[in-house]
């Protein structure tokens, strides 16, 4: 019986003794935990995303953009021209720095009829691949040569495709660039002859103020423009060029 009592004894003072050190070390644990750094998350990298939409407030607008970049494109951009001078629209039409050496008399025209010009790079290359000198020299290079032929500064940049990377937003941005994509693609390029199924996707979309729609200058895109044109004014807002909903300084 003594034996026994002494076991429990034992016992009972080895699991004492268990606890106890369980006690400690979760307290350390606990203290070095409580002390380490907590991860932040840097609000300048989030802001380094390209914006999908305008950044002024109840601007009243959506933004159409038509890209051209490739060449084969140019043969429709007179039509739409005279879609949008009858629709008494501007829009913004992004170009690559390529395509204005061949068509600089076009490209002031689109000026001069009071549309907006974006620059689109140089070439149409995947730009989230490549380094940020690579990137700084494409977008320069363009730049250079469309506000050479404008006689005015670009004040905006969207990478062929959409293809962002961070070194990308960076070379643009070092060029006092506003970083654009879209909330809207008609994927007209894939489309070039369906406009019906180009105005079914585009009255799918949830149009807002401060949208951007995204264009190209497609044998199906100067059949629907004027359709295009009326889905946003359907909803009340007027359509018009990137600097009507974005804040430019």
């Not at 620059?119 to 490549?130: E, F, I, P, V």
């Not at 729609?213 to 007027?238: F, G, S, W, Y």
Request: proline residues 3%; negative net charge; aromatic residues 8%.
């Amino acid at each position: 019986m003594i034996m026994m009592v002494l076991n429990k004894s034992k016992l009972k003072k080895i699991i004492m003794f268990i606890l106890i050190i369980l006690l400690i070390v979760g307290g350390i644990v606990f203290t070095v935990k409580k002390n380490e750094p907590t991860p932040t998350i840097n609000i300048l990298d989030l802001a380094k995303e390209p914006y999908t939409q305008g950044t002024k407030k109840d601007s009243g607008y959506v933004a159409l953009t038509c890209n051209i970049d490739l060449g084969w494109e140019s043969e429709y951009v007179e039509s739409i021209l005279e879609t949008l001078k009858k629709e008494k629209v501007n829009i913004t039409f992004n170009v690559t720095g390529k395509w204005v050496e061949k068509n600089k008399d076009l490209l002031l025209k689109i000026k001069n009829e009071g549309h907006e010009i974006g620059n689109h790079g140089y070439k149409h290359l995947d730009y989230a691949t490549l380094s940020y000198d690579d990137n700084l020299e494409q977008i320069t290079t363009s730049k250079k040569i469309i506000d050479n032929a404008l006689g005015e500064e670009t004040k905006f940049f969207q990478a062929p495709a959409g293809s962002f990377g961070s070194n990308t937003v960076k070379a643009a941005e070092s060029l006092n660039y506003i970083c654009f994509k879209w909330d809207v693609d008609t994927i007209d390029w894939q489309d070039k002859h369906n406009p019906e199924k180009i105005i079914e996707r585009v009255k799918k979309k949830d149009i807002v103020d401060g949208s951007i729609v995204l264009m190209h200058p497609t044998e199906a895109t100067t059949e629907c423009i004027d359709d295009i044109i009326q889905i946003i004014r359907e909803k009340n807002l007027k359509p018009g060029r990137l600097s009507d909903v974005f804040v430019v300084e």
